[in-house]
């Protein structure tokens, strides 16, 4: 258990849907990060929170969205799915995010859309 | 982002030591080395980093070149549980708003030999 903590573990929906993905950062940690895996691509950055502000954006679609609360877990919203967003999403999490520290991954959120 | 190469994948015995290298030849003074694994089906881990000097930690070693050109991961005694993907990542040391997050190459996939 590395003490980030993300839900759902699997996820089943069809397309067009909405899905909301959870994570709880490790305790003392103020950085939230949301990754991206699919099959054929490696590990995209999307967004990353910095104490309940977004602090540097990747490639993330417009569909898509995320927040990081006043208790710091964050919340990764993905809305009119379609069949390409099937993939595992990992959140991870730092004490601040400068050069020397370390991230912790959760075990992430797998995503099939159907 | 300084940009790292490592080759896509290498194999190994089980029991004996593997040498993973990773080459940056345009890492800057304030870059840290950081090494993260991915087992089949998990988040990364975190394995080891360091600055300048070698560095020892109960998973592993990282050896960096005098010019910091190159480094190298060293896993003293490979067993199957270290079957997995390695990433080489340099991270900026200074306290830089929003570039803050890692950015995940394709890594070298190892391959342990029973």
């Known amino acids: 258990d590395s003490g980030v903590t993300q839900t759902p573990k699997h996820l089943i929906t069809a397309t067009g849907q909405r899905v909301t993905l959870r994570c709880s950062p490790r305790s003392g940690d103020l950085s939230v990060y949301w990754y991206q895996q699919s099959l054929d691509q490696g590990l995209q950055f999307l967004i990353q929170?910095?104490?309940?502000?977004?602090?540097a954006k990747g490639n993330i679609l417009e569909r898509f969205s995320a927040q990081q609360f006043p208790d710091l877990h964050s919340e990764l919203n993905l809305s009119s799915l379609e069949l390409g967003d099937s993939a595992l999403y990992f959140c991870?999490?730092?004490?601040?995010?400068?050069?020397?520290?370390?991230?912790?991954f959760g075990a992430g959120s797998r995503l099939t859309v159907l | 982002d300084a940009k790292t190469t490592q080759p896509n994948s290498m194999e190994s015995n089980e029991e004996e030591p593997v040498h993973l290298p990773c080459n940056h030849s345009?890492?800057?003074?304030?870059?840290?080395i950081h090494w993260y694994r991915q087992l089949p089906s998990q988040g990364p881990e975190y394995v080891i980093h360091?600055?300048?000097s070698n560095v020892n930690n109960r998973m592993a070693s990282l050896a960096i070149a005098e010019d910091r050109k190159s480094s190298t991961l060293i896993l003293h005694r490979a067993t199957l549980r270290d079957a997995a993907v390695y990433y080489c990542?340099?991270?900026?040391?200074?306290?830089?708003?929003?570039?803050?997050?890692?950015?995940f190459g394709t890594g070298t996939r190892l391959t342990i030999i029973p």
């Open positions: 345009t890492i800057s003074g304030t870059d840290y």
């Open positions: 929170y910095y104490n309940g502000e977004e602090r």
């Open positions: 990542i340099l991270r900026d040391g200074r306290r830089n708003f929003g570039n803050e997050k890692l950015t």
């Open positions: 991870a999490s730092s004490v601040r995010g400068s050069g020397a520290n370390v991230l912790t």
């Open positions: 360091g600055l300048t």
